[in-house]
């Protein structure tokens, strides 16, 4: 039995008071629980009759959905009243009354038929001799998941772990089916209605839960209307201080003559009346929690930071065009206009965001949306109906499409199998809902990843590829080579570099990177499975490869085959280069290494001596800054040419050893390469190269990005002094 039901013979004590009063929606109906008992106790009426007692939930239903078949909500008010007979809540009403409120919070909101039936019913599998057997046989197999979605674990069973696995077991529920956490929320928002019956400490333990876990998840789902009263609520009773002030400032704020939001109300109406444009303007003040954040902000609250004006329009053009008058008509204040029809959040909300400002200097913040934004943007979900009604786009494979387009509810199911026990996975889901925004990034195919602002490569890379991700080895963001540690913004484009070698393996370091539970939770167990591999990246392990190479300096791997093979310095050799001065000798700059056909120039250094640099070298400029005079020079009919080549890799094993052959396969001979310090689990190497045709150049390059783990090969750019 639930925390709120007792036993009939003692009802336990009757709260003297409500629940913290907060501001109410004027369109919210609220329940009378001492009519509610009263017809509850008269039991159920004639077969085929709508109870006195569900008339209310009828009406609210009716208002959205006028053709609903009314059947199931009258059989299953029945057998939840004959089940719940004789049981009380602690406030003293009848137990019937609760799950009677949770189902008319849905039936305001929109809920379809089938979540009102299941609403009604959500406690009786947990609370009476009903079972999900019966519930299915009576009323189908969609209200049976739902009832048992939302059906609790049981202490017995579970001990301490029964309030992480009843939530780790609603989840998954509502990743099959979005209406168990619609009619969890319901459920919550009554109980904390009422919350003023338990002992304090109880009410500060449910209130933390709710606002570390549920207020996440009503945002997730975009159930405003829910949202915004569990914040209040929570409010209420973790901060009442702070409370209290909010509410004096409040009623401060009421009973000031001035009414700044109506006048400016009645200039929008104007303004648009003038344009022809119809559409409705409601002042839509804020809720407590609101205001107490705004007073945080700004400090002292004028009339106009109480509430915002809401223009609802019949179509998405009429959005644009409201927008247009009140830019045109009045003075906008282009920094707080925001567009979230075109691109909407993650939660289904869309509206325009904009503000006004007047001429005592106060700013008013104006909501722009369609009727059905608006209806979505209260319910969310909730509003969408059944979303898995015949006709929906179903995949193939039977499973549901999730209705809500989020990235964070399949993240959120992916890790949670990995988390190995019930504290790990309670914590890591409040850390995980703490993240309150989301952003969108593209794959090079066109596809898209859901992610939490601030997640880096790292998570992109385990959102994508679950456990295989342990073989990413870098990205490319926006077509530019990054390290697995880059932040990634909304709207940036990720290709993850993934690497060949059986061997690859994540870094312990990639914890500090990874911002998602999910690359976390993968990350630990890969550690925790490989106690030996995990003090020691790959990249480290190639820096002390390199270090112990003869002849290198610290962190330096230094490859001179050409002089191992001929016993000492061989006489380097260039391509031929043409100019009109006798008797000068030619040197090809080292800073940029040119080679056919690249376009050249040179310059005359000590002991008749022409330097000749590609005419993009960033010497050449340098030098002509300092009034040098470049010679005319042209390249003659040899071919042959050296060049320096860098190569941007990620550190592996054989890395250094599979590039050398890739060079040798095609011909060319290395003249030096060094290999720098890894950064980062990036690698820099530089390779001067003798090729016996400068067309063999692009080919060359290509082999080598060929190499497993070589994401970048260009030529030489260095700078240097002009000599």
């Not at 926006?478 to 909304?490: K, Q, Y």
């Amino acid at each position: 039995m639930s925390a709120e039901a007792t036993n009939p013979a003692n009802p336990g004590p009757v709260a003297p008071a409500a629940a913290p009063a907060t501001v109410r929606r004027k369109s919210r109906a609220r329940i009378d629980l001492r009519r509610l008992g009263r017809a509850a106790l008269l039991g159920p009426t004639a077969r085929d009759k709508l109870p006195d007692a569900i008339s209310h939930v009828v009406d609210a239903h009716r208002a959205h959905h006028p053709d609903a078949d009314l059947e199931p909500l009258r059989r299953a008010y029945v057998l939840a009243e004959s089940s719940h007979r004789g049981q009380m809540r602690k406030s003293g009403e009848p137990y019937i009354t609760h799950p009677l409120a949770v189902t008319l919070i849905l039936a305001e909101l929109g809920a379809e038929t089938t979540t009102l039936t299941a609403s009604l019913l959500h406690d009786t599998v947990e609370d009476t001799d009903v079972t999900l057997d019966q519930v299915r046989e009576q009323f189908g197999e969609e209200v049976r998941y739902l009832v048992d979605g939302v059906t609790k674990l049981e202490k017995v069973d579970y001990g301490a772990a029964a309030e992480p696995e009843t939530f780790r077991k609603m989840l998954v529920a509502t990743g099959s089916d979005v209406r168990v956490m619609s009619i969890k929320l319901a459920d919550r928002l009554h109980n904390m209605r009422t919350l003023g019956v338990m002992r304090p400490e109880k009410q500060a333990r449910i209130a933390k839960v709710t606002r570390d876990v549920l207020i996440p998840l009503a945002e997730r789902l975009g159930v405003q209307a829910l949202k915004t009263e569990l914040e209040d609520l929570v409010f209420a009773i973790l901060h009442p201080e702070e409370y209290e002030h909010t509410r004096d400032l409040i009623a401060g704020n009421t009973a000031h003559p001035d009414d700044t939001l109506a006048e400016t109300a009645d200039s929008v109406r104007a303004v648009l009346r003038e344009a022809d444009i119809a559409a409705e303007v409601l002042i839509r003040p804020r809720h407590f929690v609101s205001v107490h954040r705004v007073a945080r902000k700004r400090g002292q609250l004028r009339d106009a930071d109480f509430g915002r004006l809401l223009v609802l329009v019949a179509e998405d053009a009429d959005c644009y065009g409201v927008l247009g008058e009140l830019h045109t008509c009045m003075t906008p204040v282009v920094s707080e206009f925001k567009d979230f029809i075109a691109v909407p959040k993650f939660n289904l909300y869309q509206s325009l965001h904009t503000a006004v400002a007047r001429a005592d200097g106060q700013v008013v913040e104006v909501l722009i949306r369609t009727h059905q934004m608006h209806r979505v943007a209260e319910a969310g979900v909730v509003a969408l109906g059944n979303p898995y009604a015949p006709g929906a786009d179903d995949p193939a494979d039977g499973e549901r499409a999730d209705p809500t387009r989020p990235g964070w509810l399949s993240r959120l199911l992916d890790w949670q199998e990995a988390a190995p026990d019930p504290d790990t996975f309670w914590s890591t889901l409040r850390e995980d809902l703490a993240q309150d925004r989301e952003i969108t990034v593209f794959r090079p195919d066109g596809g898209a990843l859901g992610l939490p602002e601030g997640a880096s490569c790292v998570d992109a890379a385990y959102a994508q590829y679950g456990e295989d991700a342990h073989a990413c080895i870098g990205a490319r963001v926006n077509g530019r080579l990054a390290t697995l540690s880059t932040v990634l913004r909304d709207g940036d484009t990720v290709q993850l570099l993934m690497g060949q070698d059986p061997a690859s393996e994540p870094s312990r370091e990639w914890l500090e990177h990874a911002h998602t539970a999910a690359a976390r939770i993968a990350i630990q167990r890969w550690l925790a499975a490989h106690p030996g591999g995990s003090g020691e990246t790959q990249a480290e392990a190639r820096a002390e490869e390199a270090e112990r190479a003869p002849g290198s300096a610290a962190g330096e791997a230094v490859v001179r085959p050409a002089e191992a093979e001929n016993g000492g310095v061989t006489r380097p050799r260039g391509a031929d280069v043409l100019l009109d001065r006798p008797g000068a000798t030619v040197r090809l700059a080292g800073c940029c290494t040119p080679v056919p056909p690249d376009g050249i120039t040179g310059f005359a250094v000590r002991g008749g001596v022409v330097t000749v640099h590609r005419v993009e070298c960033a010497a050449v400029a340098e030098m002509k800054n300092r009034g040098r005079t470049d010679i005319d020079v042209r390249w003659g009919d040899t071919t042959e040419c050296r060049v320096t080549l860098v190569a941007e890799s990620f550190g592996r094993p054989h890395l250094l050893a599979d590039l050398t052959e890739a060079i040798a396969l095609a011909g060319v001979d290395i003249v030096s390469a060094t290999v720098e310090p890894p950064s980062q689990q990036r690698v820099r190497h530089t390779y001067t190269l003798q090729l016996p045709d400068a067309a063999h150049l692009p080919a060359l390059m290509r082999a080598m990005r060929d190499v497993p783990g070589v994401f970048d090969v260009a030529r030489s750019q260095h700078q240097a002094p002009a000599s």
